[in-house]
Nanobody
Framework: QVQLVESGGGLVQPGGSLRLSCVAS????????MGWYRQAPGKQRELVAL???????SYADSVKGRFTISRDNAKNTVYLLMNSLKPDDTAVYYC????????????WGQGTLVTVSS
């Protein structure tokens, strides 16, 4: 069994910063791409940032230049550094990973709430 656990969400003022972390644990042979998604109230879940096993990254246009995704393969961990946060960034942020366990799996974390408000 494989699970992802996120941490680092919370309340922050506009213009502030937060760093989210997501740790994968369980029977893991290797991890392919890892990503962060978010879902705001009344909206569909959307991709925020993605990082491949080789370190290539991609971002949603709405967060380019403000968010940075990174990973520590030795710790099976992916991070999302969020700077210059805006109220529109308020959402539940979910970690996702493509994992080779016995078989290939797509695994989701439980989500962590980020609220940007003064």
């Amino acid at each position: 069994q494989v699970q992802l656990v996120e941490s680092g969400g919370g309340l922050v003022q506009p213009g502030g910063s937060l760093r989210l972390s997501c740790v994968a644990s369980g029977s893991i042979f290797s991890i392919y791409a890892m990503g962060w998604y978010r879902q705001a109230p009344g909206k569909q879940r959307e991709l925020v940032a993605l990082i491949t096993s080789g370190g290539s990254t991609s971002y949603a246009d709405s967060v380019k230049g403000r968010f940075t995704i990174s990973r520590d393969n030795a710790k099976n961990t992916v991070y999302l550094l969020m700077n210059s946060l805006k109220p529109d960034d308020t959402a539940v942020y979910y970690c996702n990973a493509a994992i080779r366990s016995p078989g290939d799996l797509q695994v989701w974390g439980q989500g962590t709430l980020v609220t940007v408000s003064s």
